[in-house]
């Protein structure tokens, strides 16, 4: 036990914005669904157009919707100024260009396919998939923060969101476009949602890291300094 590095991870700050942009995004995907598919939730079975006078209305879950969008919003801009002002929390652009980060990529391909044991691959923080992973799903989120403000600009179209972000609905061909596109994208962030659970739940078990807790604590351990341990100072 005294060869296990006990390294400080995750800021307050980025723990708060990671938890905040966990619920937005799954209050936005619950609501996203019903929005695109409405249905009533009941024994009557009313119809979602007919339903003004029960629990579940097209009216409640659209305003639910665009309180968790403006949340989502909020967090997204959080997280651009914390990384802004701290080296730790610093947003990583994924090195395409190097050497480096495609054998890190394949090394931990290996690993994920038990292909090579976890003690064979370099210990990192962050690894250059996860950091890849990461660095998409920043821009699918951004994705979505845009269209959903343009789509909801539609509404009004003298108004601030629509003076903004009205460009983008025809620049995607249209309403119904932009609508699946913003379908589509959601998706993808939901599955990313999935794998990224499986892949903190099992690098847990297999490297008893601290993976799940750290996102309470902070702290993550290693068996060995990792590569990029310099990346925290």
């Not at 009941?42 to 969008?69: D, N």
């Not at 480096?100 to 044991?117: A, D, G, H, P, R």
């Not at 403000?149 to 003298?158: I, N, R």
């Amino acid at each position: 036990m005294n060869n296990i590095k006990r390294l400080y991870v995750f800021s307050p700050s980025l723990r708060i914005w990671h938890w905040i942009n966990f619920l937005s995004i799954m209050v936005l995907f619950a609501t996203g669904i019903y929005i695109g598919n409405p249905f009533f939730i009941g024994s009557q079975g009313i119809e979602p157009a007919l339903a003004h006078g029960e629990t579940l209305t097209m009216g409640l879950v659209r305003e639910v919707h665009f309180i968790a969008g403006y949340i989502l919003l909020a967090s997204f801009i959080f997280r651009i100024l914390i990384a802004l002002t701290s080296k730790r929390d610093r947003l990583f652009i994924p090195k395409f260009w190097t050497a480096e980060y495609w054998f890190s990529i394949f090394e931990t391909v290996q690993e994920y396919l038990l292909l090579k044991s976890s003690k064979e691959v370099v210990p990192h923080v962050r690894n250059h998939l996860a950091r890849t992973a990461y660095f998409f799903i920043y821009l699918a989120i951004f994705f979505m923060i845009v269209t959903g403000f343009a789509m909801y600009g539609l509404s009004d179209p003298e108004g601030f969101w629509a003076s903004i972000f009205g460009w983008v609905v025809w620049a995607l061909g249209g309403e119904f476009p932009t609508h699946m596109w913003h379908h589509w994208i959601a998706w993808i962030i939901i599955l990313f949602a999935i794998v990224h659970v499986y892949m903190v739940v099992r690098e847990d078990i297999v490297k008893r890291d601290g993976e799940i807790s750290s996102m309470f604590s902070g702290y993550k351990f290693f068996k060995k300094e990792p590569f990029d341990a310099e990346d925290l100072k």
